[in-house]
């Protein structure tokens, strides 16, 4: 069993990312230039693209930092071990991409100031957590008693809401956290839906496979050696169902090249059936 405290690969490196630009921006850049350049500006979106990026590793101050590194931390890495490393910073990515994109959406209709912080993304990996595991039970101070998760995740999102369309100015951008879970979950949905779509085509009784062998071997012999079809379709569908498992347990990123060409090859054959 993992240890609670223990890090993934992912993980790890976005807390250290994260405190090193910190630790940067309260003692060498200091000036107001380093923000202009790295901080996501609506307005100023078209002159600086990789801001839609950058912006996630900048934070207002060490509480600001430290909420969102503590969230990382305890629902970071389950996340990362579920889903598989590359498709972990791929969905931490898109939640960081969504706060953005909501946030310069809004910006046609009404002013928007200055986007900072990474909690649009870890708002995103909390909500797949929850997404994963709704019912643990979490402890949140100052409350005495656990709570589902998914109830602490669909807090966090109604509080954003209604912060945000109360206008309320103090100084968080609710609606780049909003963009955060909607995308995450919008990219959640849509994972769900084509593991689920693999599964159900490739639990079609698959056409058994001919096997085949050198001219000099008699009838017979080929006979007695080759598996029954029955066997070979059998044979073929445990190892369908190990891999859509695999899928499920770990994520599309974990299979192997011959485990991708192997669910390939089912899905020509069930096409051409």
């Not at 029955?230 to 011959?258: F, M, P, Y």
Request: hydrophobic share 55%; proline share 5%.
């Amino acid at each position: 069993m993992r240890s609670p405290f223990a890090l993934t690969p992912w993980v790890r490196r976005l807390l250290v990312a994260n405190a090193v630009v910190y630790l940067l921006t309260i003692t060498v850049f200091t000036g107001p230039a380093f923000l202009d350049w790295f901080a996501f500006r609506p307005a100023a979106a078209d002159q600086h693209p990789w801001t839609f990026l950058t912006y996630m590793f900048l934070h207002a101050g060490f509480l600001h930092l430290a909420f969102n590194l503590l969230m990382l931390f305890f629902f970071g890495p389950a996340v990362e071990e579920r889903m598989g490393g590359l498709a972990f910073i791929r969905y931490f990515a898109v939640c960081g991409l969504g706060g953005a994109a909501l946030s310069f959406l809004l910006a046609l209709f009404w002013p928007v100031g200055t986007v900072i912080g990474s909690s649009a993304a870890v708002l995103g990996v909390a909500l797949a957590f929850a997404f994963y595991w709704p019912n643990t039970d979490v402890y949140v101070f100052p409350l005495p008693v656990p709570i589902k998760v998914k109830w602490l995740v669909a807090a966090l999102f109604a509080l954003d809401l209604l912060m945000g369309l109360t206008g309320r100015r103090d100084g968080i951008a609710h609606f780049a956290h909003i963009g955060g879970f909607l995308s995450g979950f919008a990219y959640l949905r849509i994972d769900q839906l084509f593991v689920g779509r693999a599964r159900v085509t490739a639990r079609r009784r698959p056409e058994a496979r001919v096997l085949a062998h050198p001219a000099g071997e008699s009838a017979r012999a080929r006979a007695q050696q080759q598996p029954s079809p029955h066997a070979q379709a059998d044979a073929a569908q445990r190892e369908v169902d190990r891999v859509l498992d695999k899928i499920s347990a770990t994520g599309l990123d974990s299979l192997t090249a011959e485990e991708r060409r192997f669910l390939d090859e089912m899905s020509r054959q069930l096409k051409r059936d």
